[in-house]
């Protein structure tokens, strides 16, 4: 069964039968058990074609796509020789119940799906994690890995990155969307540093509960630009809001000592058509480029081991705020999706859904 959404209209989605494909030699099948749904899903499918997200699993028809998620499976049928039935694993999936892969870079960590049309897509994305090697699995907390983990993948960028700059000389960081998920887990990691002041910026309805999760120094809606305190300061925008990094230039100018842009590649022309920006030229942080940087100088283990410690941190922090909720079947998955890409959820759920009613 797959869960297909039409590229022109993320709103039209359909159910199809899956049709079985008998596999090659070299092949393996996964079956999927569970996969998170959050605004990170609506995101791929949004940037499905300029960051060619839909590459990574076809729809049989090119007008359709399958949102990719975030995923634990099962090896149900293999025909390689290291890929062991029975073993299960966690990495990226579509709203499926199973996926065909081409496993190949087999090590004690995991594989890689090295099927053809993947090949030049970024590799942290190829990666399947077996379970039982995993740093950051925790049986207790299947949950929070489904719908955290694959953000603070980025949120881990976005603290080592400044952290390796020396955060360009600036003692407070601003980050929007202050009540999504990314930008917790970053506040998160950042509020671990000595001497910096982390302050989120979100919408009014949203300023309660990122106040309740203690983890901002100060939190701010967005109307409060004129307030934010002007010492040297970093802007990690998350919103993808052109006007309020624009606003946020025009309040700091050469106090601004960084401005990053998590995600949204459109931002530089949409602020651009706006006219000049004071300060510095906002940069997008793509953060497979900076992963794949780390494990070259760190090597793989390393840097998985440095991840999953700061993970460990960060999940014991979140069961005051974030509530998980099951779903199964169909209905209640297509459902979920379009609530969340409609914004009609609640920041404190997130979904792990399953195709077993």
Same mark, same amino acid.
């Given at each position: 069964?797959?869960?297909?959404?039409?590229?022109?209209?993320?709103?039209?989605?359909?159910?199809?039968?899956?049709?079985?494909?008998?596999?090659?030699?070299?092949?393996?099948?996964?079956?999927?058990?569970?996969?998170?749904?959050?605004?990170?899903?609506?995101?791929?499918?949004?940037?499905?074609?300029?960051?060619?997200?839909?590459?990574?699993?076809?729809?049989?028809?090119?007008?359709?796509?399958?949102?990719?998620?975030?995923?634990?499976?099962?090896?149900?049928?293999?025909?390689?020789?290291?890929?062991?039935?029975?073993?299960?694993?966690?990495?990226?999936?579509?709203?499926?119940?199973?996926?065909?892969?081409?496993?190949?870079?087999?090590?004690?960590?995991?594989?890689?799906?090295?099927?053809?049309?993947?090949?030049?897509?970024?590799?942290?994305?190829?990666?399947?994690?077996?379970?039982?090697?995993?740093?950051?699995?925790?049986?207790?907390?299947?949950?929070?890995?489904?719908?955290?983990?694959?953000?603070? %993948?980025?949120?881990?960028?976005?603290?080592?990155?400044?952290?390796?700059?020396?955060?360009?000389?600036?003692?407070?960081? %601003?980050?929007?969307?202050?009540?999504?998920?990314?930008?917790?887990?970053?506040?998160?990691?950042?509020?671990?540093?000595?001497?910096?002041?982390?302050?989120?910026?979100?919408?009014?309805?949203?300023?309660?509960?990122?106040?309740?999760?203690?983890?901002?120094?100060?939190?701010?809606?967005?109307?409060?630009?004129?307030?934010?305190?002007?010492?040297?300061?970093?802007?990690?925008?998350?919103?993808?809001?052109?006007?309020?990094?624009?606003?946020?230039?025009?309040?700091?100018?050469?106090?601004?000592?960084?401005?990053?842009?998590?995600?949204?590649?459109?931002?530089?022309?949409?602020?651009?058509?706006?006219?000049?920006?004071?300060?510095?030229?906002?940069?997008?942080?793509?953060?497979?480029?900076?992963?794949?940087?780390?494990?070259?100088?760190?090597?793989?283990?390393?840097?998985?081991?440095?991840?999953?410690?700061?993970?460990?941190?960060?999940?014991?922090?979140?069961?005051?705020?974030?509530?998980?909720?099951?779903?199964?079947?169909?209905?209640?998955?297509?459902?979920?999706?379009?609530?969340?890409?409609?914004?009609?959820?609640?920041?404190?759920?997130?979904?792990?859904?399953?195709?077993?009613?």
């Amino acid at each position: 069964m797959d869960i297909e959404v039409a590229k022109s209209d993320l709103h039209e989605i359909r159910v199809r039968p899956k049709e079985h494909v008998d596999l090659s030699p070299g092949q393996g099948r996964l079956r999927i058990e569970r996969f998170g749904i959050s605004a990170n899903n609506i995101t791929y499918a949004v940037m499905g074609e300029s960051m060619r997200y839909w590459d990574f699993f076809p729809a049989r028809e090119a007008t359709w796509g399958r949102v990719p998620t975030w995923g634990f499976a099962k090896v149900t049928e293999s025909a390689h020789e290291e890929l062991v039935v029975g073993s299960r694993v966690f990495g990226y999936v579509p709203m499926s119940t199973e996926l065909v892969i081409t496993p190949d870079r087999f090590d004690h960590t995991g594989f890689s799906d090295v099927v053809a049309h993947r090949a030049e897509l970024p590799r942290v994305y190829n990666r399947y994690a077996y379970v039982h090697q995993d740093p950051h699995y925790d049986p207790r907390h299947e949950g929070e890995v489904l719908l955290l983990r694959p953000l603070f %993948i980025t949120s881990f960028v976005v603290d080592d990155f400044l952290a390796d700059s020396d955060f360009f000389g600036a003692t407070t960081i %601003i980050i929007s969307s202050a009540s999504s998920k990314t930008a917790l887990a970053a506040a998160f990691l950042l509020g671990r540093r000595m001497g910096l002041h982390v302050i989120g910026l979100t919408s009014r309805s949203n300023v309660d509960f990122t106040v309740e999760t203690d983890i901002y120094d100060e939190v701010l809606h967005y109307d409060d630009v004129s307030r934010l305190p002007l010492s040297d300061a970093i802007y990690v925008d998350v919103a993808g809001r052109p006007d309020i990094t624009r606003q946020i230039h025009d309040h700091y100018g050469e106090r601004l000592r960084y401005s990053m842009i998590v995600g949204d590649t459109h931002w530089d022309a949409q602020v651009s058509a706006g006219g000049p920006i004071a300060g510095p030229v906002p940069t997008l942080l793509f953060a497979p480029d900076h992963i794949h940087r780390r494990r070259r100088e760190w090597g793989r283990a390393q840097f998985e081991l440095a991840m999953a410690d700061s993970w460990r941190s960060f999940v014991k922090s979140v069961s005051g705020w974030l509530k998980i909720r099951e779903l199964h079947g169909p209905e209640e998955i297509t459902k979920a999706y379009l609530d969340v890409l409609e914004g009609r959820i609640d920041p404190r759920l997130g979904y792990v859904c399953s195709f077993d009613d």
